[in-house]
Each structure stands twice: as structure tokens, then as C-alpha cells.
């Protein structure tokens, strides 16, 4: 039974943009010695013109004013406030999909697909490949705040997603799509309930187990790169590490400590953010051709107006202390058909080309996990497929859902 949804606007009150104001000209700039080559992390140099620019430059009204752009609305189911967008196709029959961002994403990071996949005449498709899109910010993330239950992660979110989609919005049966944090949720669905899911669509690979090692905190799990390696290769895997290691061990074992600095500090916050967007975006490409410091900034304004960063790092550490479990021991365990838009952009997986990376995915440990229907590769764009390379997802989505809808 479709249950009646209230319109929401993001309006956010002017003390706490005055507050900002005040934070950002009272930053105490940390000294940076040798750091050019930002060995030792984002250089204060490199985050200070971003600061600059917020503090200068940035126009929040402006930029609030694009993101009311969309109809949006804000529910509680189970207590939890979920905040979505929420466009209807225009084309016959749309098919129902549900967009699920990752972190340090924002639900804005899908926003790039809305226009093609609702009315795709206008952008080159055919009618019948219109879509209903609902984004939601994940619980913690943006406006869907405060968090309501302290154990929150991906397979408690799908959960609520499946309640929005079915109780809330009234469809017999929907898609999903998502990546990162995201992609867990999305690939939950399709495991607990395939039946009632048109089909998934995905930007990467992920096991439903994942955090769940002895070793939660540690992506090589004690490992050590092999030293008689070509160096080539100990690089590559070096790279991988020291790209995704850092965030997944705070945010595991020490999240609320971090969260106490960033929660305070906008640049601070900023900091630990964007040394994500800048180091897993498109390798092969310039961070700021897909980047514009207003784009930057008004994903960390989601983060800041709403302060998420603490409740949005703590979704790892949930996913570890509240270890998912099967919902059957089907194989593969995700039933629900399953299509990859995967860019080689991306740090992980290490080795990764356009010639290889299907493969790496059907041959590979996960493609059991999976009922893989539609998988490409595609080159450009990094970890955040859908605001680098949006083409690649638009088509990505239509080809996965074409045959099954």
C-alpha cells in the first residue's frame, strides 16, 4: 500500500552559514614541510586553495537553489528520516530504480543520470527506456539525519530501502543500482530479495562478507607484496594499498575519535574528504577536469549543514561488528540479474585495463557471488563512476534492464 510522502526543500538557516563564515577565517593552517609531492597526505598548500575558495568564492544559495532543482522529499520509516529525490519517467511504463551513493559520496553524485534515464528522448534514448529515479541519501549521509539506530550498515539499509520502494512508494517490483557503500546495499537487495527486484546494476565488485575477517581494518590482511616482484607489479599493488588503506582503518577502529576534529573543523572535514575524491577518481585523468572546486565544496556542504561525517564513516565499523548473514545458501547468492559498468580508471583492481577488466570480473572470485547478465568496461572515469563518467551508467543501466523489464 503506497503511503503518502510530504515534499522536501533544503533550506538551510543563515546562522549556520554565518557559523561557517567564522570557522573557516579562524582555520589555524598546519605546517608543511616537504610536502609537494603530498607523500605525506593532502598538502595544506593544495587544501588551502579549496578553503580559499569556500570562503571567497562559494555561493551555498546558489548552489542550494540547483540542488531544490529536483523534487525531494523527506519521510521516517522505522524513526529513521530518509531524504530522496524523486523524478517520475516520462516515458511509457518507466521502470522504478533506486540510486545508491557510497563514501565519501553524496546522493548528488548520481544526480548526473536523473534527466537521461526519466525522459530519454531528450537525451538520445528511446521512450521505452524511461525511468522512475528515486536517490536516497544513505542513513548518516546527508539529509537523512540524525541516525536513529547506532547499528546501521549496509544490509540494515537495504532493508529500509526495500520498505521505501514496496510501502512507502507503492511498486510491486523495482531495480536497483549502486557503487561503493552502495553497491553492498544494492547487492543486498538482490540476495535477500531477487524476487521482487526487476534486477541489479552495479559499478564494481564486492563480497557480501566483506569487513567480516579477522582483520577487518587491514585490506591485505597481514599480507606482505611479495618482494621478488617485478617492480611494476609491487608498485601496482603498493598504489592499491596506500590508496584505500588509511580510511578503511580509521573508520574501523578509531572513527569517532577522527569525528570529534572533523565534526568541528570544516576544513578539517574537508581534509579527509577530499584526499578521497582526489586520489580515487580517474587515474588517467586531471582530478579537477571532472572536479570544479564549486562541485567539491557543495559535496562537503551536504556533509557539513548536516553534521553526517561521523555517522557516514561509522557504517564500516557497523558492517564489521554486526556481520551480515544469509538470507539462504543459494548460489550464487545474489540472485537477482546482475549488470557491471566498470571503469578502468579505477585504482582497484590493480592491473585493470579495458582489454582485461570483464574478465577480471567473470572469471574472478566474486563472479560466483553473482548472476551476471550485462557487464562492460569502459575507460574513462575513476571510483565515482556516475559523476565522472555518467554515459557509462546511463548505458550501462538500459542495456542491464532492457531484456528483463
Request: aromatic share 14%; charged share 20%; proline share 7%.
Amino acid at each position: 500500500m503506497k503511503t503518502s510522502i510530504i515534499p522536501f526543500k533544503i533550506q538551510v538557516p543563515q546562522e549556520v552559514l554565518t557559523d561557517l563564515q567564522t570557522r573557516l577565517k579562524m582555520t589555524r593552517w598546519a605546517p608543511d614541510q616537504n610536502n609537494e609531492d603530498q607523500f605525506y597526505g593532502l598538502s595544506t598548500a593544495f587544501l588551502k586553495d579549496y578553503a580559499d575558495h569556500w570562503l571567497q568564492n562559494y555561493d551555498w544559495r546558489e548552489q542550494e537553489e540547483k540542488l531544490n532543482s529536483y523534487n525531494q522529499y523527506k519521510i521516517d520509516i522505522e524513526g529513521q528520516p530518509i531524504h530522496f529525490i524523486y523524478e517520475k519517467g516520462k516515458g511509457p511504463n518507466p521502470v522504478p530504480i533506486i540510486l545508491s551513493h557510497g563514501w565519501p559520496w553524496t546522493y548528488w553524485h548520481w544526480s548526473k543520470l536523473i534527466g537521461p534515464l526519466t525522459d530519454p528522448v531528450k537525451y538520445g534514448g528511446k521512450a521505452e527506456q524511461s525511468f522512475d529515479v528515486i536517490i536516497p541519501s544513505l542513513p548518516g549521509f546527508g539529509f537523512s539525519t540524525p541516525v536513529k539506530d547506532p547499528e546501521i550498515n549496509f544490509w540494515k539499509i537495504a532493508e529500509l530501502w526495500h520498505k521505501l520502494m514496496k510501502d512507502v512508494l507503492g511498486y510491486e517490483k523495482y531495480a536497483a543500482a549502486g557503487s561503493d557503500y552502495g553497491m553492498l546495499v544494492t547487492a543486498q537487495l538482490g540476495h535477500k530479495y531477487a524476487d521482487e527486484l526487476i534486477g541489479i546494476h552495479l559499478g564494481h565488485e564486492m563480497p557480501l562478507q566483506i569487513f567480516q575477517s579477522e582483520r577487518p581494518w587491514d585490506l591485505t590482511e597481514g599480507n606482505l607484496v611479495p618482494a621478488d616482484l617485478p617492480e611494476e607489479q609491487r608498485n601496482e599493488f603498493l598504489n592499491f594499498q596506500k590508496t584505500f588503506a588509511s580510511h578503511v582503518a580509521v573508520h574501523m577502529l578509531d572513527s569517532q575519535t577522527l569525528t570529534h576534529g572533523l565534526n568541528d573543523s570544516p576544513v578539517g572535514m574537508l581534509a579527509w574528504i577530499l584526499q578521497r575524491w582526489k586520489k580515487w577518481s580517474d587515474k588517467h585523468a586531471n582530478f579537477e577536469d571532472s572536479y570544479t572546486k564549486d562541485d567539491v565544496i557543495t559535496f562537503a556542504m551536504i556533509y557539513w549543514i548536516n553534521q553526517a561525517i561521523g555517522t557516514s564513516m561509522r557504517v564500516y565499523a557497523n558492517a564489521a561488528r554486526y556481520p551480515w548473514k544469509p538470507s539462504h545458501s543459494r548460489t550464487p547468492a545474489v540472485e537477482a540479474a546482475a549488470g557491471f559498468s566498470l571503469l578502468v580508471g579505477e585504482v582497484y583492481p590493480p592491473f585493470a585495463t579495458i582489454d582485461n577488466r570483464v574478465n577480471m570480473l567473470t572469471d574472478g572470485p566474486l563472479a560466483s557471488q553473482f548472476n551476471i547478465v550485462y557487464a562492460k568496461a569502459f575507460q574513462k572515469g575513476g571510483h565515482f563512476g556516475p559523476w565522472e563518467n555518467p554515459a557509462a551508467f546511463i548505458e550501462g543501466v538500459r542495456d542491464t534492464f532492457d531484456p528483463l523489464k
